[in-house]
């Protein structure tokens, strides 16, 4: 398999329930993102892991725990969200963490917080 | 504060016509831009990019302009084709600060590319 994974596409939880989003990719990238996109917002940067080490969280509350075990998986972590967290949350990765390096996008998980 | 706009949400075009994509942007130490492409249910993928020492960049029937003094650039597709129908999204960077720079998205425009 090539490319940028994620699991589940789709996941529906309560506002008290704990969950994980899991990204993997196969391009043998250093640098891995989470993003989040909203309905007719631009997406958002929430999280950048340069070699495993996070080297960006864009004032992201700690509901949301990211997790970069190795180099081609990422993990984001959830519990007691909100209904307003609703929304694409996709995983990219890339070769470098520059702004230059284009990005590979998985194709996301449509999660609902009822 | 939206640094990166893309203010026409839609377009519709005739296939075999020119497809132009505006993207206007606020920051002028942007110094590097991309266009990635969407299809629904899949996430955005690489079109092209452009540097800001650039003011044009083409790839098969993609060319991206910059004009860095109007803060502008614009995606040409041509000629358009049905199957370039998806929403087109406009990306800058700040390059020359280093390993840290990141991305920031336009809302993404939707093109309908007509048979």
């Known amino acids: 398999e090539t490319g940028v994974t994620q699991t589940p596409r789709h996941l529906v939880m309560g506002m008290t329930n704990k969950k994980s989003l899991k990204c993997e990719q196969h391009?043998?990238?250093?640098?891995m993102y989470w993003y989040k996109q909203s309905a007719k917002k631009p997406l958002e940067l929430m999280f950048v892991y340069s070699l495993e080490e996070r080297v960006e969280n864009n004032s992201v509350p700690s509901r949301f725990s990211p997790e970069c075990p190795n180099s081609s998986h990422l993990f984001l972590h959830l519990h007691t969200l909100q209904p307003e967290d609703s929304a694409l949350y996709l995983c990219?990765?890339?070769?470098?963490?520059?702004?230059?390096?284009?990005?590979?996008f998985g194709n996301g998980t449509r999660l609902t917080v009822t | 504060d939206q640094q990166v706009k893309q203010n026409s949400p839609s377009l519709s075009v005739q296939e075999g016509r020119i497809s132009i994509l505006n993207c206007d942007y606020t920051?002028?130490?942007?110094?590097?831009f991309l266009w990635y492409k969407k299809y629904p249910a899949e996430g955005p993928t690489f079109l092209i990019s452009i540097s800001s020492i650039k003011d044009k960049n083409e790839d098969g029937r993609f060319t991206v302009f910059l004009n860095k003094s109007a803060k502008h650039l614009s995606l040409h597709i041509v000629p358009s084709q049905p199957g370039d129908s998806a929403v087109y999204f406009c990306a800058a960077s700040l390059v020359h600060t280093g390993a840290n720079s990141k991305l920031t998205f336009g809302k993404g425009i939707t093109l309908s590319v007509r048979p």
């Open positions: 990219a990765s890339s070769q470098s963490p520059g702004g230059n390096s284009p990005l590979h």
């Open positions: 920051n002028s130490m942007f110094d590097y």
């Open positions: 391009l043998g990238h250093n640098a």
